[in-house]
């Protein structure tokens, strides 16, 4: 399960609008092997998940 | 250092320290013994390949092969151009989209995002990306290229001239 996967089903009202480069959350990767990562999280109302609560989710 | 105009049967010569370095024909045509245009710093860098893009993520272009690189300044490891020489340069990106959904191909000065190169439509294949003019201060300033879909998909077709990463000075 990919990253984005993991953020919207821990946040099912998220849309990909949330996520596109004008949006409030930010995923990225830098082609470098360590894979997605948050780069950014401004969402309103939402807090940034923690890794414990992404590893949660299978 | 000594200049010397001398004449010659059909014009003349100008030589600096007893070295002709223009001849001058009569009819005013100038030939120098050097290409008169500087070496410009110039790169193109390319994807022969494909690459994966997971869903709503900002993925950096790993454009791997390298068709020229005058001053040795793109890094074909961590797919980044750092020019050697402060001045405006022209950067030019193209992304192949298998797919597309809200894409984007976003142009990264020192890691942050700079400028959309591009981006339209949803649904059909094609190509995407643009051009832009960027201040480089010749010593720390590094580009990058990246890309956005909402739904994940490939990129690249396989072939040299659809994923491209090229720039060159215009100006200092």
């Known amino acids: 399960m990919t990253l984005y996967e993991k953020i919207t089903t821990l946040y099912t009202e998220l849309t990909s609008d949330d996520f596109a480069p004008e949006g409030t959350i930010m995923l990225q990767n830098d082609s470098d092997g360590k894979g997605d990562y948050i780069k950014e999280w401004n969402h309103p109302t939402l807090a940034k998940p923690t890794q414990e609560q992404l590893d949660g989710i299978q | ?172």
């Open chain 2, 1 to 172: 250092m000594t200049i010397s105009i001398k004449p010659t049967a059909s014009g003349s010569t100008i030589e600096q320290d007893g070295s002709t370095i223009l001849t001058v024909d009569g009819s005013g045509n100038i030939t120098p013994s050097n290409n008169l245009y500087p070496k410009v710093p110039a790169f193109i860098a390319y994807n022969d390949g494909t690459q994966s893009l997971s869903a709503a993520t900002s993925t950096k272009l790993v454009f791997d092969h390298e068709e020229a690189d005058t001053e040795n300044a793109y890094d074909t490891t961590n797919y980044r151009y750092t020019p050697t020489v402060a001045g405006y340069y022209q950067i030019n990106a193209k992304v192949y989209y298998t797919a597309t959904s809200n894409p984007f191909v976003m142009l990264f000065k020192n890691s942050t995002n700079v400028n959309r190169l591009g981006g339209a439509g949803s649904g059909a294949l094609g190509m995407q990306g643009g051009s832009a003019l960027v201040y480089m201060n010749g010593t720390t300033d590094y580009l990058e290229v990246y890309a956005y879909n909402n739904l994940a998909i490939t990129l690249g077709a396989g072939a040299s001239n659809l994923m491209y990463f090229n720039g060159f000075l215009v100006s200092v």
